[in-house]
């Protein structure tokens, strides 16, 4: 595989093309269903692959990573319509100079988050996005060449604003005070460092396409951090730029554009502007009744969404009886819509409800 990349690539031939055809607004038999989150804990053949390796090592390794990325494909055969590749949103700030680690049971740490704007001085604005994160997109041809066509395989990256929260607070937060402070003490700094993210969320968002990822998402998982109008400020015209200057990349890289799709979590307030922001997905969270949201939305783009993950926890009979509420909602699901949960699986949870759930999205999806 190594030969194949970085060159013009002969992928096996696509056998399910079901998510792009979504994506791309065309009416489809039934919907494509993935889940956030589908390759990880709550797998037991996760665990067995990853043992006790170091999450980011796991990542690094192709082999490993792609393994893990088609570990749902395999045990679900046939009812997930979609790969994403094994990885992380804290990679760019990685490539950016900045050192994170995954601590088991606790999350990110970042050793020395960015405090103060002389902090931005051991930011590299300049990173070399094909050289630093070359593991991520020998990863991503590796598994495309092993999928072998059954499904897309997604590339993703964090969004500027999600990715500055956990550069500047260090890891989770519940009250997000330094990046906060941040934003309404030093607004030009903040804003310098986001364009800077941008740039590199750019590059890297294209190169994976250039190493065979067919479809994007971009994770705003904060969003829902900033009032409505300090979205407009801090995350919306990243966003917005973002969906305009990876087409144009991929152009000048003798590419075909594929499907983006924005997750902005708890940012119920700007799906509107989320419509008209350029990308041909957007993915909602449970806050949003699915009719709103298609009213909301007059099939300007494919909606993804929406279920609770926690309705995992639930009995089957539930897991059916909210499984019709969203196909339903979403208006029968065969155009403009994706399934998914509103935010990503557990560790705790089952794969066999999660079969259910799939089976029963492929049930109600074809009525
Ligand atoms: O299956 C997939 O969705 C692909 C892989 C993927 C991971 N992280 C693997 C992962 C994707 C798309 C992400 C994105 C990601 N990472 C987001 C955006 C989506 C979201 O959840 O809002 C965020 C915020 C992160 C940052 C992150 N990574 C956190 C906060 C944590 C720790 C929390 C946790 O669940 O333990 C991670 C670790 C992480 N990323 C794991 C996995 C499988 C768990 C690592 C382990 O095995 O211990």
Not at 70 to 82: S, T
Not at 164 to 180: D, L
Not at 332 to 350: A, L, R, S
Request: one cysteine or more.
């Amino acid at each position: 595989y190594l030969e194949l990349y970085g060159q013009v690539m002969n992928f096996p031939e696509l056998k399910n093309d079901l998510i792009l055809r979504a994506a791309r607004g065309e009416t489809v038999e039934r919907p494509p269903v993935w889940l956030m989150r589908q390759a990880g804990r709550y797998l037991p053949e996760y665990h067995e692959v990853k043992g006790g390796r170091d999450f980011f090592e796991t990542c690094r390794d192709a082999e490993i990573a792609s393994e893990i990325t088609i570990q749902p494909i395999d045990h679900f055969d046939g009812l997930i319509d979609a790969a994403i590749i094994f990885s992380d949103i804290l990679v760019i700030p990685q490539a950016m100079g900045m050192d994170v680690q995954m601590i088991d049971k606790v999350g990110p740490r970042f050793t020395d988050p960015l405090r103060t704007p002389e902090d931005l001085k051991r930011v590299n604005f300049s990173a070399d996005v094909k050289k630093e994160l070359d593991w991520a997109f020998k990863a991503i041809t590796l598994t495309r060449t092993k999928l072998n066509g059954r499904v897309p395989l997604l590339g993703f990256c964090g969004a500027p604003w999600t990715l500055m929260c956990y550069m500047i607070e260090g890891g989770g937060t519940k009250i997000f005070r330094f990046v906060k402070e941040w934003i309404f003490k030093y607004p030009e700094e903040s804003k310098r460092l986001l364009k800077g993210i941008t740039d590199v969320a750019v590059e890297f968002l294209a190169l994976q396409v250039q190493a065979g990822a067919q479809m994007l998402q971009i994770f705003e998982s904060w969003g829902g951090e900033l009032s409505a109008d300090d979205f407009e400020i801090f995350s919306l015209p990243y966003l917005k730029e973002i969906a305009e200057r990876v087409p144009l990349r991929l152009k000048e890289l003798g590419l075909e554009k594929v499907p983006m799709t924005v997750f902005a979590k708890g940012s119920w307030y700007a799906l509107d502007q989320l419509c008209d922001s350029g990308y041909d997905c957007v993915s909602l969270d449970w806050l949003y009744r699915p009719e709103d949201a298609v009213k909301v939305n007059k099939n300007r783009v494919t909606l993804q969404g929406n279920l609770d993950p926690c309705v995992m926890y639930g009995s089957r009979e539930t897991i059916t009886k909210e499984v019709e509420r969203m196909i339903k909602g979403f208006g029968g699901g065969k155009k403009h819509y994706i399934v998914n949960f509103g935010h990503g699986t557990h560790p705790f949870m089952e794969p066999e409800q999660i079969r259910h759930f799939l089976e029963e999205v492929h049930r109600v999806g074809s009525l």
